[in-house]
């Protein structure tokens, strides 16, 4: 069987993109490939998995020199012990580390390299920009690939690669959200005393600049105009610091302040079980963000019948798709939510749009495509 090996700049213990998405290629595709992985300071997620534990993390850029070396050099070794078919990257420092050893002509010369670009070209830092460009147009990766078309078009825009060097694999909801149930919404609503007729609006992410928890408290009383028997279901995650814990608790206050504590439903630091039935509350789901290359939570909740809305950026507004349900600024927002009719209809349109676009079937099958032409 063909050996592909996984690096990570962070731990695998961390919830992310990357991360659950090394996980859905091993656990679906252990009988057609061997599986290898080196990661800093983490748990082991398989036999094969490399841990070295002497870094905390491969950011380069929170390195010193000498240290950068010291890892450049272990995991070369490792990759020469491993000696595997195809490399496939996909954060940006161990792209660096590997554009380093292809410029270097360090690694072995039938080892092939794929990149998967989970952000946008366009917002990264000069560093990861010069080496996308350098790599890109010295023909170092085998392929790239990106999770939107939205992304494919900015590398295409900027020559930095031809088209027959890249791709798009857009994400998955996941195990945990592939199968739908009336049942299991039906059980989940009643567990929270939530009439058939009340409205569920959902807003999830991490309680950061980003996110733009302002932004979702106007539309709240904005939502609070238009309904008059409705919830705010809340997921919000912190950055593991005490600080941030108590912020979070703050931005809650201020969502109950606005509608009524009863009219809230918070939760903090949620499990990715745990974000099962939090969209099974949902009627409708909100994303505020100020950047998003991708939006996963937004085909989570499309999985589980939610109807979504979107803010008009980045890679988001190629997923959310529909113009009904994207949206600037609160006002706008204010306009859409009043246009909308029939909420269940609309549920079973996102729906369709996962099913065709995004499932973990074609997630797969593009994964198996990727690896049997290299």
Not at 41 to 68: A, D, M, P, W
Not at 151 to 165: M, S
Request: aromatic letters at 10%; proline letters at 1%; a positive charge.
């Amino acid at each position: 069987m063909k050996k592909i090996l996984f690096l990570f700049d962070v731990s695998t213990d961390i919830v992310g993109g990357a991360q659950e998405s090394m996980k859905l290629i091993i656990n679906n595709l252990s009988d057609r490939y061997d599986f290898y992985l080196i990661s800093p300071l983490s748990q082991q997620i398989n036999s094969n998995h490399i841990v070295l534990n002497g870094f905390e993390h491969f950011i380069l850029r929170k390195l010193k020199t000498r240290k950068v070396i010291r890892l450049i050099r272990e995991i070369l070794k490792q990759i020469k012990a491993i000696n595997p078919d195809i490399i496939h990257v996909q954060m940006p420092s161990t792209m660096i580390i590997i554009s380093l050893m292809k410029l270097l002509k360090l690694l072995p010369k039938q080892i092939k390299v794929l990149y998967t670009d989970r952000g946008v070209l366009d917002k990264y830092g000069k560093l990861t920009r010069f080496f996308i460009r350098r790599s890109g147009r010295r023909n170092l990766f085998d392929k790239i690939i990106c999770t939107t078309n939205y992304n494919k078009q900015l590398y295409l825009k900027n020559n930095i690669v031809k088209n027959n060097k890249i791709t798009v694999i857009s994400n998955t909801a996941g195990e945990h959200f592939e199968k739908y149930s009336d049942y299991n919404r039906k059980k989940v609503r009643e567990s929270r005393n939530i009439p058939s007729g009340t409205v569920v609006f959902g807003f999830a992410g991490r309680n950061s600049i980003d996110k733009n928890w302002d932004l979702a408290l106007n539309i709240t009383r904005e939502i609070d105009k238009i309904y008059s028997d409705y919830r705010i279901n809340l997921a919000i995650g912190t950055n593991g610091t005490n600080e941030n814990y108590n912020d979070t608790i703050d931005l809650i206050n201020k969502f109950e302040e606005i509608v009524g504590k009863k009219n809230v439903i918070a939760s903090i630091d949620l499990s990715l079980k745990e974000m099962e039935f939090f969209y099974y509350l949902n009627d409708i789901f909100i994303l505020t963000s100020k950047k998003e290359s991708f939006g996963r939570t937004a085909i989570e909740a499309m999985a589980l019948m939610n109807v979504v809305f979107g803010t008009k950026v980045d890679g988001l507004k190629e997923v959310v798709h529909f113009n009904e349900y994207l949206y600037q600024d609160h006002i706008e927002f204010s306009i859409k939510l009043k246009s909308l009719k029939n909420i269940d209809d609309e549920k079973e349109k996102f729906y369709k749009r996962y099913s065709q676009n995004y499932s973990l079937g074609r997630y797969i099958n593009n994964h198996i495509k990727l690896y049997s032409s290299r």
